[in-house]
């Protein structure tokens, strides 16, 4: 597709309840990552993937977080056992990294969460 | 560990006001610093970037230059339109172990007819 792609745009759920987050990155891009936004902050790094190397997962808040590439390609993050503070706009984010460095990072439009 | 501090808003200029967005960072080695803007109901998307000491990035009217002595990259635009209404970011990536990136929280802009 033409830009990074997120889906759901919108998800209210339960406290307790499993949720997961799709993103589709730019065809190519080799390095993925996720952000969340909460009101009043500014963004904070949740995971970062890079080609076939180990994820760097340090910023994951809890062990209720996770995520996942298949193929290098598509991402989901799952978020177990919801938590009212989990609310939050979740974002994706690719890069292509040929042979040097680019710096560029593509947006998707984030997923809404809102967890009751 | 790398951090970027970036002026609180929200700021409030009338049309063709001159704009200063404070950003300082502290962080190991020579990051590359970046400012990234959220138009309204958009998606984020990069502004202008720097990736070494004194070099200045520009768009849209917009300039920062990244100033290694005092560890800072503000974001200056000599006259805002009222289309420049959104919220700016920055942010480094940071140079040690892998490519993350750190941002700012965030500075909303409002610029008045």
């Known amino acids: 597709g033409a830009g990074v792609s997120q889906s759901p745009s919108n998800k209210v759920t339960e406290k307790g309840k499993d949720v997961e987050l799709r993103c589709d990155p730019i065809?190519?891009?080799?390095?993925l990552y996720w952000y969340r936004q909460s009101l009043g902050q500014g963004l904070e790094f949740l995971i970062y993937f890079q080609g076939n190397s180990a994820p760097d997962k340090s910023g994951l808040p809890s062990d209720r977080f996770s995520a996942e590439r298949t193929g290098g390609s598509v991402s989901t993050l799952t978020i177990q056992r919801t938590q009212q503070e989990d609310s939050a706009v979740y974002l994706c984010a690719s890069r292509y990294l040929p042979h040097g460095k680019e710096e560029t990072q593509y947006f998707g439009p984030g997923t809404r969460l809102l967890v009751l | 560990g790398d951090s970027v501090t970036q002026m609180e808003g929200p700021v409030t200029l009338s049309e063709e006001a001159f704009l200063t967005i404070n950003c300082t960072y502290t962080a190991t080695g020579y990051p590359s610093l970046f400012w990234y803007v959220q138009y309204p109901g958009e998606g984020l998307q990069l502004l202008l970037k720097?990736?070494?000491?004194?070099d200045k990035g520009s768009n849209k009217g917009f300039e920062a230059t990244y100033r290694k002595e005092t560890t800072s990259f503000h974001l200056e635009k000599g006259s805002v339109q009222v289309s420049d209404s959104a919220v700016y970011f920055c942010?480094?990536?940071?140079?040690?172990?892998?490519?993350?990136?750190?941002f700012g929280t965030g500075t909303r802009l409002k610029v008045l007819a």
């Open positions: 942010a480094l990536r940071s140079t040690s172990g892998t490519y993350k990136y750190i």
């Open positions: 065809s190519g891009h080799t390095a």
């Open positions: 720097a990736t070494k000491a004194d």
